[in-house]
């Protein structure tokens, strides 16, 4: 069965530094991938997506991510971070074919940002 | 535009009792999803709509659990007798399914608690 796995429950980072959230996946087919990102008392946002073509997609808010097909890994990335990017990210995985259409999303990394 | 929008955005019911959570997706999307978030479970599909095709229930935990949607746009779903264990957050989402390719958008969720 698929799954994501999103190892680091929790990340502290001072404001300023460098970001990077891990997730891998277990799919056998090529699969879409996603990272939402949640704060307190929200919804989930998009903050970027890979379908196909280049492995390095930009996303909003500065976040970058990396598709790498042979470590199975989307890791999410920002070059500074911002006190305003405390929150909480997904990433979500959803097949590229076939009927099944739902995001399996990982565990969640909650990030907090140290001024 | 605007967004999917859920309501209401907060519920407190009694063990047994019924509610009905509601979803309003985006003008036009053909596509709508049901998520569940809880603590010990993470978020997890429930329901999956598409267009006139019969719904993907496969995520529905039990039968006190039902959903529809009317004239392909607002979204109803049922929980029937609820049980504390369904306090959770109810997270709505609509896509637009364009060359196989679709992104899901969120609504703020509702958050049910069952004392």
């Known amino acids: 069965a698929q799954s994501v796995t999103q190892p680091d429950i929790h990340i502290t980072v001072s404001e300023g530094a460098s970001l990077e959230l891990r997730c891998n996946y277990s799919y056998g087919a090529t699969p879409y991938l996603f990272w939402y990102v949640q704060s307190p008392g929200q919804g989930l946002q998009l903050l970027l997506k890979?379908?196909?073509?280049?492995?390095l997609v930009q996303g909003i808010k500065g976040f970058e991510a990396e598709f790498k097909r042979s470590q199975s890994s989307f890791n999410l990335r920002k070059p500074s971070v911002h006190w305003s990017d405390a929150a909480e990210y997904f990433c979500a995985v959803t097949l590229s074919s076939g009927s099944a259409r739902q995001l399996t999303f990982g565990s969640g990394t909650q990030l907090t940002v140290l001024p | 535009g605007a967004g999917v929008s859920q309501s209401p955005s907060n519920k407190v019911t009694e063990k047994g009792k019924d509610v009905e959570l509601r979803c309003d997706p985006i003008?036009?999307?053909?596509?709508l999803y049901w998520y569940r978030q809880s603590l010990g479970q993470g978020l997890e599909f429930l329901i999956y709509?598409?267009?006139?095709?019969?719904?993907?229930k496969s995520g529905l935990p039990s039968d006190r659990f039902s959903a529809e949607r009317t004239g392909g746009s607002v979204s109803t779903l049922t929980i029937q007798r609820t049980q504390q264990e369904d306090s959770a957050v109810y997270l709505c989402a609509s896509s637009f399914i364009r060359g196989g390719l679709e992104t899901q958008y969120f609504g703020p969720g509702t958050r049910l608690l069952v004392l």
């Open positions: 003008s036009g999307h053909t596509a």
């Open positions: 890979y379908f196909s073509g280049d492995t």
């Open positions: 709509f598409q267009g006139n095709s019969a719904p993907d």
